[in-house]
């Protein structure tokens, strides 16, 4: 079945600590996508990416990276710099296309929460 | 600055009574987007408008997209308590560039 992934579902990171949280997808999409979701509140765009070897900055960037060197996969860092890491993280995939019908597939998200 | 608004942003119904989410949007756009989001839960595709003057209907939900105005609608018809959850639009920008509204949060009351 193809589908997008993300692991892990729940996370918990020590104050000073990087974490990486992971995306996969199956689905041939060129464009991903990491959201930031605090409670009660909407997504917040972190990171995009376009194609391969290729991200760029959203809203929210500071205090976060990214890589893309497969398609299928962009993983997150959550980096000791971002102060207030706690929130619920989604990924979503879409496919790039000149017009059509085409949706973003989002991952189930990861729950990360700092002790 | 690429801007999506949502209004109401949070929404209190009776079932059985019919309403509407707005979603205005700042910036000339690829297509539009409405997705329900359950607690705790990730997020659900229920419409992709491409044109102006696009009408989707999925059950009680109807969703349009007026190009011209920058604004899509997401109609409730004769609201039922499943379908208390939060609503977000999200607008697509130079094709791959994905921005969320604040989301609506939707509780229907028998």
């Known amino acids: 079945d193809g589908g997008i992934t993300q692991s892990p579902k729940y996370l918990f990171r020590k104050e000073g600590q990087n974490v990486t949280l992971s995306c996969e997808q199956n689905?041939?999409?060129?464009?991903m996508y990491w959201y930031r979701q605090d409670p009660g509140q909407g997504l917040r765009l972190i990171y995009y990416?376009?194609?391969?070897?290729?991200?760029q900055k959203g809203d929210i960037a500071e205090g976060y990276s990214v890589s893309r060197e497969k398609k299928e996969s962009f993983p997150l860092t959550v980096t000791s710099a971002q102060k207030n890491p706690t929130a619920f993280y989604l990924c979503?995939?879409?496919?790039?296309?000149?017009?059509?019908?085409?949706?973003?597939?989002f991952g189930q998200g990861t729950r990360l929460t700092v002790v | 600055e690429l801007k999506v608004e949502q209004n109401p942003l949070f929404l209190s119904m009776q079932e059985g009574k019919n309403y509407t989410i707005y979603c205005n949007y700042s910036t000339t756009s690829d297509r539009l987007y409405w997705y329900r989001q359950d607690p705790g839960k990730s997020l659900e595709s229920l419409f992709v408008l491409l044109s102006n003057g696009a009408v989707k209907q999925e059950g009680r939900l109807m969703a349009s997209l007026d190009t011209k105005a920058r604004l899509s609608t997401l109609h409730i018809t004769a609201a039922v308590h499943d379908l208390s959850a939060t609503y977000f639009c999200?607008?697509?920008?130079?094709?791959?560039?994905?921005?969320f509204g604040a989301g609506t949060r939707l509780t229907v009351k028998p």
């Open positions: 689905l041939n999409h060129d464009a």
């Open positions: 990416s376009q194609i391969v070897n290729d991200f």
């Open positions: 979503a995939s879409s496919r790039i296309l000149d017009r059509g019908n085409t949706e973003a597939f």
């Open positions: 999200a607008v697509l920008y130079n094709n791959n560039d994905m921005r």
